[in-house]
Every structure is written in C-alpha cells, then in structure tokens.
C-alpha cells in the first residue's frame, strides 16, 4: 500500500505540470527530476554534497545522543534533579532550533559549527526527554529488590535502570535522527554551508528547478534510508524486548 501511495503521488506530480495546471517552469514533471537525479548519481560533486550533509548529521547525533544520554540519567536518576531542572527544559525545549540560526552565524559564520549548534539542539530533546520518560517508569519493586540484594547505583543503573529506558533510549535516537537531517539540511539552505541544502539554494537562485527538485528528491531518499537503518538497529538492539518479539512474530 505504500508502493502505491509513493506512486499516486509521482503520477499527480506528472500530470500536474503537463496538464498546466501549473506552470511546469516552477514545477517540472517528476519524470524531468527523478531523470535528473540518476544523473546526479554520476557526478562527484553531488556525491560531495552528500558527504558533507551526512558528516554533520552524524557529528550532530552523536554529540546530542552522548550529551542527552548521560544527561538524561543522572537527572532522572534523582528527584531533586528532576524538579530542579522540569521549568528549565519544559521551557527550552519548544523553542525552534531555527531561531538560533542568527546566533550560530554570529558565532561560527558559515563553518561546520553552526550547523552543528542547530543539529545538536533540535535532537538533544528528543532523546533527553525520551531517556527521562524510560528512568521514571523504572519498577520500584525492582529498584528496592536490587538495594535489598546489595547492589550499589552503578549497578542498579546497568542491571534495572539502563534495560528499561533502553527502549525509550532507542525511540528517540530515531525520533533525533530524522530532526538532526531536517536540521542539516536547514542550515545548508540558509546558512550556506556546504551540502545538499546549499545546492538546493544555488539550483533555485540560478533557475534549475529540474536540478533543484531531483535535489529535494535526494534529501526525501536520504531520509528514507537513515529511517530504514535505524529501526534495523533498533530492532537488533532490542531484540529480546517484548515489543520487537511481538513485532518478529507478527
């Protein structure tokens, strides 16, 4: 069904512009684009542009997922961290990582680290809120079972802690990971730096709306494909999770 979703959407995007509906100037067939993105496969450069957006983007996501990992249990792990620090996130968390572009370009220019201050921030959230989620649910039976065994905090955060918010760890790895692509690709296209995002913004500003589309069509691919590789991840990582085995069965 979703093959044939993909394809009623191509089949509309073809008529749309051939029928002039719309002007096919701004809006080219998608056989035009999806044409001129084989084509692309041919070349260096775009090959480049690829590699430059998935550089930050892994940059980005490990930085978030180490920082908001580690964050995310010594905060959780702690009452008084908890209710010291719920304003403060509750209060940072909603604001757009696309306000800060005029902050990272006052500080970095057009270099890596501005597109790395945006990635970082917007996935940040998704997984310290995730983890945060994953400690508090952790069982206080479990949790006194453990004490009453001896166990110290390192111990009970690996044998109850880390098992139970691994789940909710993993939901948002892949929650930050289409956000820190979205993120990437935003901060090529205004800010400029090197990547898929700045070659989208040079097709539009030159006119090539056939290249600029097949572009898009790339970033749509890219993050089909990172989607596709992190639930692969999630489900080996979670593998002897009740819900993996259920969805296995299924």
């Not at 006052?106 to 996935?123: D, P």
Request: aromatic share 10%; with cysteine; hydrophobic share 55%.
């Amino acid at each position: 069904m979703g093959l044939v979703g993909l394809l009623g959407f191509l089949v509309i995007w073809e008529l749309l512009p051939r029928t002039g509906i719309v002007n096919p100037t701004f809006l080219p067939p998608a056989s035009a684009a999806i044409a001129d993105l084989f084509r692309n496969l041919g070349l260096t450069a775009f090959w480049q542009a690829v590699g430059d957006t998935m550089w930050q983007w892994l940059l980005g996501m490990l930085i978030a997922c180490i920082a908001a990992s580690v964050l995310g249990f010594i905060i959780g792990s702690s009452t008084f961290l908890r209710r010291f620090t719920n304003s403060t996130i509750e209060f940072m968390r909603p604001v757009p990582s696309v306000a800060l572009i005029p902050l990272a370009v006052l500080l970095f220019g057009v270099q890596i680290e501005s597109a790395l201050l945006l990635i970082v921030y917007a996935s940040f959230w998704q997984v310290l809120i995730q983890v945060l989620y994953g400690v508090a649910d952790v069982d206080n039976v479990a949790m006194n079972t453990a004490r009453s065994y001896g166990l110290g905090p390192m111990a009970r955060l690996r044998y109850v802690i880390f098992p139970t918010a691994l789940p909710y760890l993993m939901t948002g790895v892949r929650l930050a990971s289409a956000v820190a692509l979205i993120l990437a690709i935003t901060a090529q296209l205004i800010i400029g730096n090197p990547g898929l995002g700045a070659e989208i913004a040079k097709a539009q500003s030159g006119g090539s709306y056939v290249a600029m589309y097949a572009l898009i069509l790339a970033t749509g691919l890219l993050g089909v494909i990172i989607n596709l590789v992190m639930r692969m991840i999630e489900r080996r990582v979670l593998s002897w999770h009740s819900s993996v085995r259920t969805e296995v069965a299924s």
